[in-house]
């Protein structure tokens, strides 16, 4: 049986992922992980998990296959290394840092190592995402965010918020980037009212909208193909439109909703693929470039 680690039992982890490992327990034996002894037995008791550590070296002793780390993200590049140097595969939360050389030295030294590293950028994995990778002839993809009048610092934001719009957007385009150009529109504070990114390859055009300033919280991603245009609200309503006409679908009622999100099946795509030696389900070379991207953005306003 596989055995796997939890580090860090934040919210994140509470919500998107303990749920969906509580049910893989015929599979795996999983070892929770965190500073504060008394929330690890607690959440263990919740969920029927034996085994609970409190440091990163008490968890590398049992000498664990792979490691789900969501701690805070600047800590994130030391304990990559430390577990990558340790034969230890790592799955870790968006984004891997916030430093694209150090996300490229982290990725070059799993590479190295023969471990995979793979970032949770999760709505890769919603079913309603994976239909818009199918669309066809792809010419125009739209990925819009938008949050009800939500300050954050625009650094902060980008690397929070942006990213997911900016990853999905650039995993549905499936060819090669020819040019790429963004925007950020700060208040006086430094928040981030509007972030655009624009991207082109040869036959699609690509543009990323996050709007922090927007009257409603909205989550739309837009794919206009050769023969079909569909669009994806919320992760939860599919519109196809095509000379035939339009049809509207929603996700089941009693589909929980780490599946919808995506959550889930990264999950287990992960597990799957440290248990069979299988590829990264989420690319090395896909993962740095989103990182790249959010970058650029933050240098514009450095």
């Known amino acids: 049986m596989l055995k796997i680690g939890v580090m860090g039992l934040g919210n994140i982890a509470q919500k998107a992922y303990l749920p969906t490992m509580a049910g893989m327990q015929d599979q795996v034996e999983w070892h929770l992980t965190t500073r504060n002894q008394a929330k690890g037995e607690s959440l263990a008791a919740k969920y029927g998990f034996t085994h609970v550590h409190q440091t990163l070296d008490e968890l590398l002793a049992v000498h664990p296959d792979a490691v789900f780390l969501h701690t805070p993200t600047p800590t994130h590049a030391q304990i990559i290394r430390t577990l990558l140097n340790a034969g230890v595969n790592v799955y870790v939360d968006k984004p891997v840092t916030t430093d694209i050389a150090e996300v490229r030295a982290l990725y070059a030294l799993a590479a190295e190592k023969h471990l995979l590293l793979t970032c949770g950028f999760n709505r890769r994995f919603a079913p309603n995402n994976v239909a818009l990778k199918q669309v ?167």
């Open 136 to 302: 066809t002839g792809k010419q125009m993809i739209v990925a819009e965010k938008t949050r009800n009048h939500t300050l954050q610092d625009a650094e902060f934001a980008v690397w929070d918020l942006m990213i997911h719009s900016v990853d999905t957007a650039l995993w549905l385009l499936d060819e090669p980037v020819t040019a790429q150009s963004g925007r950020l529109v700060r208040d006086a504070a430094g928040n981030l009212l509007q972030g655009y990114l624009s991207v082109q390859s040869a036959h699609s055009q690509v543009q990323v909208v996050t709007n922090m300033d927007a009257a409603a919280n909205i989550e739309q991603v837009t794919v206009q193909g050769q023969t079909a245009r569909v669009a994806s609200d919320d992760l939860l309503q599919l519109t196809t439109s095509t000379t035939a006409g339009t049809t509207i679908s929603h996700r089941p009622d009693w589909e929980p909703v780490l599946e919808t999100r995506g959550f889930a099946e990264l999950t287990r795509a992960f597990v799957t693929a440290v248990r069979d030696g299988g590829a990264n389900p989420v690319s090395p070379e896909s993962a740095i470039a989103s990182h790249a991207a959010c970058a650029e953005l933050v240098a514009l306003i450095k």
